[in-house]
């Protein structure tokens, strides 16, 4: 099977005003018996095999004839047809123009609740946005004397617990008050067993002396010399 | 008021035989032009049938200052070319299918008509389109047309071409006979 022509080969200029002239014929609108007295068509091979083919073409279609046999009930059977169209598109129409409604009077219906739902609020306004203020100019007198204010306010924490020291020192002292009357002499046989000791014992101990009592009078000699300042 | 607009309006108005007026007016036409663009003499009818639900459907848009027949015949062509792409993306039917028996005899005129319709069948469906309707049909350019919807300058484009590459089929296929005697078998 040899592939379908899309376009006819292309005319050489010699034979385009016989080709011309051939397609008038094929319109009927040239006598065949100019064409065949065409100098052109007589003395080139493709020309005159041109209009030999389109003698032949004109043998098969001599007269526009329509021979198709028409079925007996076609007409029928195509009235029929339109029939049920028409019918049809008549029903569609008419359950569209009552979706319709149905629609409008749904919205009708709707519509006052959707607009107390749907309210519209005021819209929310931008926020304001101020501009920056430039910083006050800083003042030396007010700013030391919020200083101050502060050592003060701070300086409260620590200065009046150290204040409160000195009352629970003199609390101790009361307490562990050295007795007014002299030692008694029950020190003598502590210091008469540790004469009796042997030197190297003695040798390994601290000298029991009177430093200890003397450290301790003087801490709290030191103690009670220190007042208490009252709060301003 | 021409016969055509005549018929519209009777068939606008609703009277029953004027639509069988208009579809034996135009039922052989438009099932030898579907049969003729399809190649397909079942499909031919059905498609026949959609065209004229068309026409009854589309008739009040019909311009009463143009002739009927090319409208007509235009919606059957439009028809015939929707159907066939239709049918190519389908699935395609074994070809003894497609043919129905020929009932003429086998002779040599009808075995070169066979070769000349084998032909045109070739042709691109535009191509066919124009050259059915000009040469089986009897239509004028201008009815063509305004069939196809193309200008007439397009339409005698196309029905050249169409007719130099049946020429060249012809030659090719050896039908062509080279007798300096022979005359010419129509004349104009």
Redesign the interface.
């Known amino acids: 099977m040899t592939a379908?022509?899309?376009?006819?080969?292309p005319?050489p200029p010699a034979c385009v005003s016989t080709?011309a002239r051939l397609?008038q014929?094929?319109d009927?609108?040239?006598?065949?018996?100019t064409?065949?007295a065409d100098p052109h068509a007589l003395g080139c091979t493709d020309c005159?095999?041109?209009v030999?083919?389109?003698?032949?073409?004109?043998?098969?279609?001599?007269?526009?004839?329509?021979?198709?046999a028409?079925?007996s009930r076609?007409?029928e059977?195509?009235?029929a047809?339109?029939r049920a169209?028409?019918r049809s598109?008549v029903v569609r129409r008419w359950v569209g123009v009552v979706g319709g409604l149905a629609a409008a009077v749904a919205l009708v219906v709707w519509s006052p609740w959707q607009q107390v739902a749907d309210r519209p609020e005021v819209a929310e306004r931008p926020p304001v946005v101020e501009p920056e203020r430039p910083p006050p100019p800083v003042r030396v007198g007010a700013e030391l004397a919020k200083a101050g204010e502060a050592l003060k306010e701070g300086s409260r924490a620590w200065v009046e617990p150290a204040a409160a020291a000195p009352k629970l020192f003199a609390a101790l002292t009361e307490t562990v008050a050295a007795p007014a009357v002299p030692p008694p002499p029950s020190v003598e046989p502590a210091r008469q067993s540790l004469a009796e000791l042997p030197d190297a014992a003695r040798a390994g101990l601290e000298p029991v002396t009177g430093s200890a009592q003397k450290a301790w009078n003087r801490l709290l000699r030191d103690v009670g010399a220190v007042a208490v300042k009252p709060k301003s | 008021m021409t016969d055509d607009a005549a018929l519209v309006r009777r068939c606008l108005a609703g009277e029953p035989a004027a639509a069988r007026e208009l579809v034996g007016r135009f039922e052989a036409d438009v099932l030898g032009l579907s049969a003729r663009l399809l190649g397909h003499r079942q499909d031919a009818e059905d498609v026949t049938q959609e065209v004229f639900l068309r026409v009854f459907r589309s008739l009040g848009r019909w311009d009463p200052a143009r002739p009927l027949r090319p409208w007509v015949l235009g919606i059957a062509v439009n028809r015939c070319r929707t159907w066939a792409g239709r049918r190519a993306k389908g699935p395609e039917l074994a070809d003894y299918l497609h043919e129905a028996p020929d009932p003429r005899p086998p002779d040599e005129a009808g075995e070169l008509a066979r070769e000349v319709r084998a032909a045109v069948d070739d042709l691109r469906p535009d191509y066919k389109a124009v050259f059915v309707l000009f040469h089986e049909h009897g239509q004028s350019y201008e009815d063509i047309a305004g069939a196809v919807g193309r200008p007439v300058g397009t339409v005698k484009t196309w029905l050249h071409r169409a007719r130099l590459i049946l020429l060249d089929r012809l030659r090719g296929r050896g039908l062509v006979v080279d007798d300096p005697a022979d005359t010419p078998a129509g004349s104009g």
């Open positions: 379908r022509p899309a376009e006819p080969d005319i080709v397609q014929a094929l009927g609108d040239l006598p065949w018996a064409l065949d005159r095999g041109r030999r083919a389109a003698k032949l073409l004109l043998a098969v279609y001599p007269a526009p004839a329509n021979t198709v028409v079925p076609m007409a059977t195509i009235l047809g339109v169209d028409r598109r």
